[in-house]
């Protein structure tokens, strides 16, 4: 356990360390920033006002943002390190490759998510000293969406970092899976749905095996209980969940998705050539 602190300690010095760190929260920072100078804080949108329209904003920019971040910046780590020659040094140091696997994505859990929560902690901050209400429970469940969003996507990348065996490759492969979940939204699944008719249930049910749009959808929920903009799709979803079934499966979902797939990544790469 000492030896998987200390890798994720170390991995937490070389991120912050990196360019990819400081143009990642320059980003994120940035994006509120310019949130407040566009004044969405006085806008009012299905009567979100104030504070819940600036983090409903901002929670559908880092759907976009996010994932890719993560994937990109994760999937060079493995990699990475295969290219460099640092798994030679690795084997002659008394750390498991267990603890150096999780350590290393407990690490990087930390400086991704981190930005993420304090940019959303100094809207809160900025809103109490300004005099705005303060929406705790849109607070609190948006940063747990963002929580387990960032853990699913760093799964992911873990597995692709275990399996490529150059950065390039692995960066490609990112790409690709970032870009084919952003296709597989809502939109893309009713145009299949009309031309090929197929079941409703089953087009549903593929949409909520994509974290984006489960994550979309959750998203929604806490503004549009009813889901009125997902259109006919929104009974399927309330009748098989109901809004808070919904609402602890967009939690719990990615979250186990993120588990498999790193645990998916460890046993590769615990099996495989390392050098």
Known sequence: ???????????????LRARW???YTFVFGGILVLLFALGLTESRVMGFT???RLMLTYLQLSMAILPVFVLVTTVRSLSGDRESGVFEYLLSLPVSLSAWYWGKMLGRFVMVYTP???????AMLWGGLT???LPWRIFLYYSALLMVLTWCFLGIGMLVSSVARSVDVAQGTAFVIWLGLLLFLDLILLGVMV????SP?????IALANPLQVFRTAGMMLFDPQLVLLGPSAYVILDHFGNLGFMVYALAYPLLLGTLMAWIGYQWFRRGDLP
């Open 131 to 133: 005099g705005v209400e």
């Open 201 to 205: 249930n089953l087009v549903i049910g």
């Open 116 to 122: 993420v929560l304090l940019a959303m902690g100094g």
């Open 21 to 23: 760190f400081a143009v």
């Open 50 to 52: 104030g504070l819940s």
């Open 1 to 15: 356990m000492n030896h998987l602190f200390l890798t994720a300690w170390t991995d937490i010095l070389e991120s």
């Open 195 to 198: 031309q090929q008719y197929a």
